[in-house]
């Protein structure tokens, strides 16, 4: 049996947001919308650019590497958040289409970002699974994943196939929730490899993350 409760703002004009329950699954999941990117480069740049250089091919790749692509989560869906889902021991995990930390070299602005993260680890949900990354992320690069809070919720790729992993390898990702003395989630990576086919018998190690 699977319970859906569904919640949005007193106006009915925001975003919604769901709290899903399985009969037997000792963790609830809560599906998010996610903050907006917009991929805008102003009108300005592009006139620049395209006057200043002939090459065409070359004015298209810098208007794509200098993109503003910020991310926006609005107050009212935060409180949203804050108020309508109950409090509960239950553990629980997000689940959104954008990441919500901010790194890169071209570093996606999350305004209130860190409040909805904070929002909801309060909410018991102490990892949200999001889709894809806008950057590679690599354990050797300054653009790495930076330290978290212990009081935010923590985001953790679980990307679709051939995306930007959690370990930096391309693949496709395995999460699996483990009851031991706590409740844990358990992340692999099956690699695709150069060719375009899966590794045989090649899957990574645990990545550890505490519910």
């Known amino acids: 049996t699977v319970k859906v409760f569904r919640y949005h703002s007193a106006e009915g004009d925001g975003p919604p947001l769901a709290l899903v329950a399985v009969e037997g699954v000792p963790v609830e999941f809560i599906l998010l919308v996610s903050s907006y990117h917009s991929g805008i480069v102003s009108g300005e740049f592009r006139t620049l650019v395209k006057e200043?250089?002939?090459d065409e091919t070359v004015a298209k790749k810098i208007i794509k590497?200098?993109?503003h692509d910020c991310g926006y989560i609005d107050n009212s869906y935060i409180a949203l958040?804050?108020?309508?889902i109950p409090d509960s021991n239950t553990p629980r995990i997000g689940i959104v289409h954008h990441?919500?930390?901010q790194f890169g070299a071209l570093c996606q602005v999350n305004?209130?970002?860190?409040?909805f993260r904070?929002?909801?680890f309060k909410?018991?949900?102490?990892?949200?699974?999001?889709?894809?990354?806008h950057l590679f992320e690599s354990e050797d690069s300054e653009y790495k994943r930076p330290e978290e809070?212990?009081?935010?919720?923590?985001?953790?790729?679980?990307?679709?196939?051939?995306?930007?992993?959690?370990?930096?390898?391309?693949?496709?990702?395995?999460?699996?929730?483990?009851k031991r003395d706590k409740l844990l989630i358990s992340s692999h990576v099956w690699p695709i490899s150069i060719r375009g086919s899966f590794s045989e018998n090649r899957i990574s190690g645990e990545i550890i993350h505490e519910l």
């Open 111 to 115: 305004k209130n970002a860190e409040m």
């Open 65 to 67: 590497y200098v993109r």
């Open 52 to 54: 200043d250089i002939a």
């Open 99 to 101: 990441h919500l930390e």
């Open 81 to 84: 958040v804050a108020h309508a």
């Open 123 to 133: 909410k018991k949900a102490r990892i949200a699974l999001h889709g894809h990354l």
């Open 118 to 120: 904070e929002t909801l």
């Open 149 to 178: 809070a212990h009081s935010l919720c923590r985001g953790i790729p679980c990307s679709t196939l051939c995306a930007n992993t959690v370990d930096s390898e391309r693949g496709f990702m395995i999460h699996r929730i483990l």
